[in-house]
Nanobody
């Protein structure tokens, strides 16, 4: 069983940067699709970025392109989300999810996806 713990959220001014971490335990994240998702108050959850831990290939949602970078560190069993040029619209709880799959993104509606508890990101002056 995979346990995921997110960290790195906080309060940041518009234009600032944050790095979120998703640390996995219980199993090595080999051949996993790991994604970052977010949910703002009153809005549906949306995907941000995903990475295949097998080959490092990535995919980004349009709001994240050019500003966010997802990466993985095999040695630390961790997936990161580097966020820059943050905007107030980026304010949300950010979650990581993982599934043993050859795809970059986990199937968030499937029975085999694992979720972290989330970390709050607030972008405000």
């Amino acid at each position: 069983q995979v346990q995921l713990v997110e960290s790195g959220g906080g309060l940041v001014q518009p234009g600032g940067s944050l790095r979120l971490s998703c640390v996995a335990s219980g199993r090595d994240l080999d051949s996993y699709g790991v994604g970052w998702f977010r949910q703002a108050p009153g809005k549906e959850r949306e995907g941000v970025a995903c990475v295949s831990t097998s080959d490092g290939s990535t995919i980004y949602a349009d709001p994240a392109k050019g500003r966010f970078t997802i990466s993985r560190d095999h040695a630390k069993n961790t997936v990161y989300l580097e966020m820059s040029s943050l905007k107030p619209d980026d304010t949300a709880v950010y979650y990581c999810a993982a599934e043993a799959t050859s795809f970059r993104c986990p199937n968030v509606y499937g029975p085999n996806v694992h979720w972290g508890q989330g970390t709050q990101v607030t972008v405000s002056s």
